[in-house]
């Protein structure tokens, strides 16, 4: 198997947790060079502080995984293909859907590799939902992703400043299963957005959709969930299906059994389907999730809430 040279840029959370295990553990892979404006490494490999530096000084350096907040994105991807480098790119793709537009036409330019990742669709729950629903007419579909940002988001200060996408950041996976799973196109017909007083990004979300049939379809996103955590997605078709997507599309219940539950290997995927479209020297890039984030800031209302602080005080 050829083995691709990669460099991490943006050595944060998602890079550490998944990135460089998964790339460690494919043969597909090699991790060559690491951008961290901490100037932070791991792997043992050189660390640069800007990816100019690093394409500079690891010129023959192939491909590159873009780990940096969305703010960034566009830019950081831009100046890679721009060096000839094939992208893959974390979720969300880019800030705004005239990036993504972008950066697709500049990596067909170039005739480069864009994979734009959605990782909660690598899951076999997934892929079964799908496969049962087609063809099917949804009649309801909610989506309930509650979660506790202090816990899953500390000190991540971009998440809530312009563009960061609040709760969009985990909400964008319920909706990447959503867009894979749905026999017909979803369009959104409002949206309630719950800012808190001193950020710039919502802390909760409460989305209506229409599709192509008469249907419930709704989606409820909060940060504020302390305790159990949920990430489910509830569905049920005029032909009789009655079905549940839990645990952020991990395990997959038709009428209350359990039909499909397989041990989490989102990355190992990302990384074997990034293979396989650079050995065809193909693209993939969907930009439905992001388009439906986009059109709920384009319907919203915006609702002040109370401001958030990271560090409640001692009880
Ligand atoms: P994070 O922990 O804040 O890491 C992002 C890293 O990007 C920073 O640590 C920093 O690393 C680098 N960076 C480059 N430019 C930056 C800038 N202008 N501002 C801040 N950091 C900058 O965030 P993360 O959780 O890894 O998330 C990164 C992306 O992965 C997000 O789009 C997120 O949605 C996605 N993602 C996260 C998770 C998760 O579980 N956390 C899961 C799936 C996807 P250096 O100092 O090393 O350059």
Redesign the pocket.
């Known amino acids: 198997m050829h083995s691709y040279s990669v460099g991490i ?7 550490h ?2 990135h460089l295990p998964a790339i460690a553990g494919d043969a597909g892979f090699t991790l060559a060079a690491i ?4 100037g ?1 490494t791991a792997g043992g490999v050189p660390t640069f502080r800007t990816p100019a530096e690093m394409y500079a000084a690891i010129p023959d350096l192939q491909t590159v995984a873009v ?7 566009h830019a950081t991807a831009r100046e890679a293909l721009a060096a000839g480098k094939h992208v893959m790119l ?3 793709p880019a800030m705004t859907m005239a990036e993504l537009a972008d950066l697709t036409a500049f990596a067909k330019s170039q005739g480069r590799v864009l994979f734009a990742t959605w ?1 909660s669709r690598f899951n076999a729950a997934v892929e079964a939902a799908r496969q049962r629903l087609a063809g099917k007419t949804v009649t309801r579909m909610t989506i309930t992703w509650r979660e506790d940002v202090r816990h ?2 500390p000190g ?1 200060t ?1 998440i809530w400043q312009a563009g960061g ?1 609040g709760v969009f ?1 985990p909400g964008i996976n319920a909706l990447s299963i959503a867009t894979r799973i749905m026999p017909t196109p979803l369009f959104v017909t409002g949206a309630d957005l719950e800012f808190p007083e001193n950020c710039e990004a919502p802390i909760a979300a409460r989305l209506t959709f229409a599709s192509l049939a008469p249907g419930a379809l709704t989606a409820d996103f909060d940060w504020r969930q302390t305790g159990p955590q949920t990430w489910d997605i509830d569905i049920e078709t005029a032909e009789g299906d009655r079905m549940r997507l839990e645990s952020g599309g991990s395990k997959l219940f038709v009428d209350g059994a359990l039909s499909v539950e397989a041990p989490s290997t989102e990355y190992e995927q990302i990384y074997e389907r990034f293979h396989a479209l650079l050995e065809a020297g193909e693209s993939e890039v969907d930009d439905a999730p992001l388009r439906l984030v986009a059109d709920a800031f384009l319907v919203g209302r915006r609702i002040a809430t109370d401001p958030f602080i990271e560090r409640l005080p001692q009880s």
């Open positions: 840029i943006g050595l944060g959370k998602i890079a947790d998944q951008t961290s404006q901490r932070l780990c940096t907040p969305p703010q960034v994105r974390e979720k969300p990782h899953w988001h991540q971009w996408f950041d």
